[in-house]
């Protein structure tokens, strides 16, 4: 009895941290199956859901980070068993014993800096703006049409700033009056959250509906799609109800109501990946192609795996911030994909896909891959809008 008792304990604790739907797993192993990281490697979501069940769950290890949360088995369970919640609530417990194990550990790293600065890249909270150099982005105020919150990555990481600035760009091209909130943008939080890192989340989110109220704002643009699932499905929990858009709904928005007229051309065979926070989790999957499908010269193909059965670019679940070994990355496994369609340009629309993509595109080049020329280009798709009119056109 002695020993009974600490398990069932752990096993409460797991569930107090909202990971209870262990309770209705039946170890059939379709979450294996189904799970991206099976392509790469061995890992086993059905045990860690019957660790979880039996309290043994092994905080110390490798595997309970490895989950990206893309959605993929939750979607897929006979039983309804939300494999995500328990996954989260190891983490918790986890990070409440401050136990960060081998790719972990750079969340200590993250966490600081998003409790110092607001993002979890270790850039000043004053040099948010930077990605506007140059452009006449103006600071909001109460009664323009539209927030852009700008999000970290398209704030801070360089190949994501000329998104931020794309999408800066065609907002103005559609006469749209929008602002940002600048040094008052903070992370939205989404992927520390699901790092287990639950206080930091709830200040992130207190601190952003703050700004939010004080600036009052009625709707919010952003490009990132963790974003607009946290603003969407989560901010819920702090008793507001925010009106939230995503950019690819908005370019298609703006381009049934006149106001932004697509009359260039962009004369490539693009394949477009559905990121998991846009696609899976909150199902949009038309709009992005209903914009493309309008560009002149554009030939979009669909990749193996795309709509609800989106292959995982990696970088959920805090996993962005991980190191995962060369021969581990879901983005190598995608970009193959997107050569074996004959795909000159993937497009997607969310920071960590184009920032594992672009990574995966210099590795496949730098590993004697498909000569220079022939390798995939990356882009986002306000890139692709904005150089359909001839902008921007340079290769980032
Ligand atoms: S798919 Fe669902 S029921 Fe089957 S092992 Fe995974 S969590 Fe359990
Ligand atoms: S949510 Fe995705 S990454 Fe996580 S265990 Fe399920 S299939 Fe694997």
């Known amino acids: ?10 096993a409460r604790e797991i569930q107090d941290a909202g990971g209870g739907v262990f309770k209705y797993c039946y170890q059939c192993g379709k979450c294996d199956v189904v799970c991206p990281w099976n392509r790469v490697t061995n890992f086993s979501m059905r045990r860690i859901v019957w660790q979880a ?14 989950c990206t949360t893309c959605g993929e088995c939750p979607s897929q369970c006979p039983r309804g068993v939300d494999q995500i919640e328990v996954a989260v609530a190891i983490r918790k417990l986890a990070a409440s014993y401050d136990v960060f194990s081998g790719a972990a550990s750079s ?27 140059g452009l ?17 990555y398209y704030s801070y990481d360089p190949r994501n700033m000329k998104v931020a600035a794309a999408t800066a760009k065609l907002l103005e091209r559609a006469g ?92 490539k ?24 499908g309008k560009l002149s010269g554009l030939e979009l193909v669909e990749l193996p795996d795309t709509r609800q059965n989106s292959l995982c670019c990696g970088g959920g679940g805090g996993r962005i911030w991980m190191h995962t070994d060369r021969e581990e990355r879901f983005g190598d496994l995608r970009l193959a994909q997107a050569q074996e369609v004959g795909a000159e340009v993937l497009v997607t629309s969310c920071p960590y896909c184009i920032s594992n993509f672009e990574e995966s595109r210099l590795g496949l080049a730098g590993n004697g891959g498909p000569p220079e020329g022939a390798v995939l280009e990356i882009r986002d798709l306000t890139e692709v809008v904005l150089e359909s009119f001839g902008e921007g056109g340079e290769r980032p």
């Open 1 to 10: 009895m002695e020993t009974v008792t600490p398990f069932a304990d752990i």
């Open 53 to 66: 069940a039996l309290g043994l769950p092994e905080i110390e290890v490798d595997d309970i980070w490895r």
């Open 107 to 133: 969340l200590r790293a993250v966490r600081t800096s998003i409790v110092s600065e607001g993002n979890p890249l270790g850039e000043a909270r004053d040099q948010r703006t930077a990605w506007a150099n």
């Open 136 to 152: 006449s982005v103006k600071p909001f105020t109460e009664g323009m049409e539209i927030l852009y919150f700008v999000g970290c």
């Open 176 to 267: 749209v009056d929008f602002g940002i909130l600048g040094t008052r943008e903070s992370c939205c939080g989404e992927s520390i959250r699901k790092a287990g890192n639950e206080e930091e989340f709830k200040t992130l989110a207190r601190e952003n509906i703050k700004a939010f109220i004080d600036h009052g704002v009625k709707r919010i643009l952003v490009g990132s799609p963790h974003c607009y699932h946290t603003f969407k499905n989560e901010y819920s929990e702090f008793m507001v109800n925010l009106e939230v858009v995503h950019i690819a709904q908005y370019l298609q928005e703006l381009v049934e109501a006149g106001r932004l007229e697509l009359t260039g051309r962009f004369d």
């Open 269 to 292: 065979r693009v394949a477009y990946h559905d990121p998991c926070y846009l696609g899976r989790h909150n199902g949009v999957f038309d709009e992005p192609r209903d914009v493309l």
